[in-house]
Nanobody, 122 residues
Framework: VRLEESGGGRVQTGGTLTLSCVLSGRPFADVAMGWFRQAPGQERKWVATVAQDGRTSYSNSVRGRFSIFRDYDKNTVLLHMPNLVPEDTAVYYC?????????????????WGQGTRVTVSS
């Protein structure tokens, strides 16, 4: 199984980024996919999940701002992030597992991709 994140960068407050994660090595349609982030000096935290059927769930910190969706043709999950603020600065990771929507955030994943760094300046 391979996870390849991309799309990070440096933006100013109010800017927009869309992150992309390609999953290979297992059937994309079988897994719920999620985004997680790790800010400097903090533990990794769950951000959002998109279920196998496209239903979504968001953490309180991003609900109403970020959108997660999946492209089944490209085995890709995307995270659209408008209106970024400095508190969104982190390395963003994706991961997936064959679990229900609300379970993915609690999975103890054995491995992670390299992540993609997002820096938001004030």
């Amino acid at each position: 199984v391979r996870l390849e994140e991309s799309g990070g960068g440096r933006v100013q407050t109010g800017g927009t980024l869309t992150l992309s994660c390609v999953l290979s090595g297992r059937p994309f349609a079988d897994v719920a996919m999620g985004w997680f982030r790790q800010a400097p000096g903090q533990e990794r935290k769950w951000v959002a999940t998109v279920a196998q059927d496209g239903r979504t769930s968001y953490s309180n910190s991003v609900r109403g701002r970020f959108s997660i969706f999946r492209d089944y043709d490209k085995n890709t999950v995307l995270l659209h992030m408008p209106n970024l603020v400095p508190e969104d600065t982190a390395v963003y990771y994706c991961n997936g597992e064959s679990v229900p929507l609300d379970t993915l955030r609690r999975v103890a994943f054995a491995s992670w991709g390299q992540g993609t760094r997002v820096t938001v300046s004030s």
